[in-house]
């Protein structure tokens, strides 16, 4: 025998007394204007418990009728309820809002309720209530053991789809979803994180023709006819860039013959084979990124703090410098590539930091605004996966077709604005204020994420050189 009962949402609201009669006479609003929403069974309110000196306890309650009719309350009208107090009584009135589910008790006899093999508990159903692990021991087939490895990705109602399709259509849910106790659905946070940047880093940067090329064919050689028209290219590249040497120079010795440029400097400028040697400052023998490792110190810096020169002497770091300029140009942004994963997990407490002081009367704990930016974060994966997926495929299908192409820009281009756009309205799902507030403190966080950003991404490259 089974005893369930509807979801309730609960609303505490913690008020400071002058506007606690607004308050009330807003809830009583509220509470008729809930019973008219369809799929709402009940709705009251009721004194809370204790507050501090000067304010005082509401609560709000709104029982659904299932846990469907809950969630399409919780997308319309119970987030919009949310901001509407936020944006009516500011910074006097602090929510506080979480789902209510009541347990469900089994009465079974001795005989229907064996112990599970894994831990010894006395099951209660299908599942251990303390292990997780299936009552039944048969030994799975093959077929289900496909099914256990790709079940997530295959069934449309796995849990994999359930995160991704309101991770990216929903700004927010994800986070406030969790928040309120309704995990069980949905991949958690960080590995929905973590999995998703693995695709991404997977997806952006993985070359098959490179990484795995022992598994294709190696290049064709080039044909005699193939070699004879490459050398003809090269020829008529040389021929071209003669033609323009031989107008620059008629350009400079006209200049010097009309007197506008001085005998001297064009001595320097053309050398005793008529070679143009134009120098802007880079040295022509250097190679790489890292130039003449010879002159390489920072000793002579005077913004520098002391600490860095005294465990950076210039023998240190002309040796850095070398072991840099051996490994090559490719090398050194591969080493920058594997140190980015670690530098946007690092970016994600920074970020949490941030949202704990724009919302200092959230009473929310800092692990909460880091699971916003987790979730975040994991959406903007996915953004960058969805956006390279269809970039690539568009080349695929048309190339050289201008229409597809156009299509292509613009879809790429709201995808980058939704990015920011989802970002505030995140904020104000989970949050819960006006649309002010929301603004000023959306830019702040934006200014702090573009600091934060650059300043982990250049630790990365110092690690990235360091670590040579």
């Not at 303390?130 to 053991?145: E, F, K």
């Not at 064709?220 to 008529?236: C, G, L, M, N, S």
């Not at 009473?363 to 269809?390: D, G, K, N, P, S």
Request: contains cysteine; hydrophobic residues 45%; aromatic residues 10%.
């Amino acid at each position: 025998m089974t005893n369930n009962t509807s979801p309730i949402y609960e609303m505490n609201l913690v008020i400071n007394d002058e506007v606690l009669a607004d308050v009330d006479i807003w809830l009583g609003e509220t509470v008729r204007a809930a019973l008219q929403q369809d799929g709402v069974e009940s709705a009251r309110v009721f004194v809370g418990g204790a507050s501090p000196e000067g304010q005082t306890g509401r609560t709000f309650q709104l029982q659904a009728r299932d846990d469907s009719s809950l969630d399409e309350l919780l997308d319309g009208y119970i987030s919009d309820l949310d901001a509407e107090a936020a944006e009516r009584f500011g910074e006097q009135v602090s929510l506080d809002s979480r789902i209510l589910r009541p347990d469900q008790t089994y009465e079974l006899s001795p005989d229907e309720s064996p112990v599970c093999l894994n831990c010894h508990t006395r099951l209660r159903g299908q599942y251990c209530g303390h292990c997780g692990q299936r009552s039944r021991n048969r030994l799975i087939s093959i077929w289900q053991l496909l099914q256990e490895a790709f079940g997530d990705l295959l069934e449309l109602d796995s849990r994999l789809w359930r995160t991704l399709v309101p991770l990216l259509t929903k700004p927010g849910k994800l986070t406030r979803d969790y928040l309120e106790g309704r995990r069980a659905r949905y991949m958690p946070p960080f590995r929905t994180y973590l999995v998703l940047s693995v695709i991404f880093f997977v997806v952006a940067f993985f070359n098959p023709q490179k990484d795995l090329s022992l598994f294709f064919e190696p290049e064709p050689k080039p044909t005699v006819e193939e070699i004879a028209q490459a050398e003809a290219d090269e020829q008529a590249a040389a021929a071209k860039i003669e033609e323009q040497r031989q107008a620059a120079l008629e350009s400079l010795r006209e200049l010097e013959a009309e007197g506008k440029l001085s005998g001297e400097i064009v001595a320097e400028i053309i050398d005793a084979d008529d070679e143009i040697n134009i120098n802007l400052g880079s040295d022509p023998d250097s190679s790489g990124l890292f130039g003449d490792c010879e002159d390489a110190s920072i000793s002579d810096e005077e913004d520098l703090p002391e600490w860095i020169k005294k465990r950076f002497p210039d023998e240190r770091v002309k040796e850095i410098c070398e072991r840099n300029k051996a490994r090559g140009n490719e090398n050194f942004a591969d080493a920058m590539l594997d140190n980015i994963p670690i530098a946007l997990i690092v970016l994600l407490p920074l970020m949490a930091l941030v949202l704990k002081i724009l919302y200092p009367l959230s009473r929310r704990y800092f692990v909460e605004h880091l699971l916003f930016f987790v979730h975040f974060h994991a959406f903007f994966f996915l953004m960058l996966i969805v956006q390279i997926l269809f970039a690539r495929t568009a080349g695929l299908l048309g190339p050289e077709d201008g229409a597809v192409d156009s299509i292509s820009t613009l879809i790429l281009v709201i995808a980058s604005f939704y990015i920011p756009v989802y970002l505030y309205k995140a904020m104000r799902h989970v949050y819960g204020q006006g649309h002010i507030v929301t603004i000023m403190k959306y830019l702040v966080l934006a200014i702090a994420y573009l600091l934060g950003a650059m300043l982990t991404m250049l630790s990365a490259l110092l690690f990235a050189v360091l670590s040579a």
